[in-house]
């Protein structure tokens, strides 16, 4: 396993999740682990450079910008205001030409919204039901496109991960035979290196006698 660093160049990691086993075998490791890792981490103070910035949304649009600060403060909805949907005469009797010009005016408005709605209503009941089939259609097949999506990627995992483990065991087995074998070298060293003990022993033993018996001969003649 290995990640890029863009300064000093990749950098080698030798974790194999799916072949060590210390964790299990020794669960105080895990809290030691995380008490190292809680030390070395520091708070950082700002972001990735390659962390972009906060997106404003609707920058363009201050009714909207307006919407989003009410509903971020979890403000209730303004009730509708509903003058605009009656239709009011003059407020004095017999009331004034502007008066009239305004209630004039709202019943003309008035007017054309219910034309526009009907107009809807019926641009509604001639294309409705085919405009929602086709949507309901498009939006079925974005949804198994998606599913499909989803169901390659969740292949793709399964078998990235089945490799990894395979790999990661048959590194692990190499490492175990490496291991085995490092350990009957280090054992062999070191019966070497007694039997060098027992041995030296053995020659300064035998140079003792040798000087003794060499001793003894001179005197003797």
Known sequence: MSIENEQQGPAIFDSLPYYDNDLERDPSLKEKAEKL???????????????????????????LQAEMARIEARQPIPPLDTNRYQLPGPASSPGTEEEWRAALNNARSQLEHQRLRHSNLALLQNYGAN????????LE?????????????????????????NFQSRIGNQLNTLETRWTELISSVLQIEM????????????????AELASLTVSSS
Do not use: C, M, Y
Request: glycine share 2%.
């Open 37 to 63: 890792i809680a030390k070395e981490v520091k708070p950082q103070s700002e972001l990735h450079p390659r962390v972009p910035p906060p997106i404003e949304i609707f920058a363009n649009d201050p009714l």
């Open 131 to 138: 405009a929602w089939r086709i949507e309901n259609f498009l």
């Open 195 to 210: 039997a060098n003990v027992a041995l030296e022993g053995k020659i300064d033993e035998l140079s003792k006698k040798e």
């Open 141 to 165: 097949q974005t949804a198994k496109n998606l599913e499909k999506a989803l169901e390659d990627l969740k292949e793709l995992t399964v078998e990235l991960n089945r490799d990894r483990k």
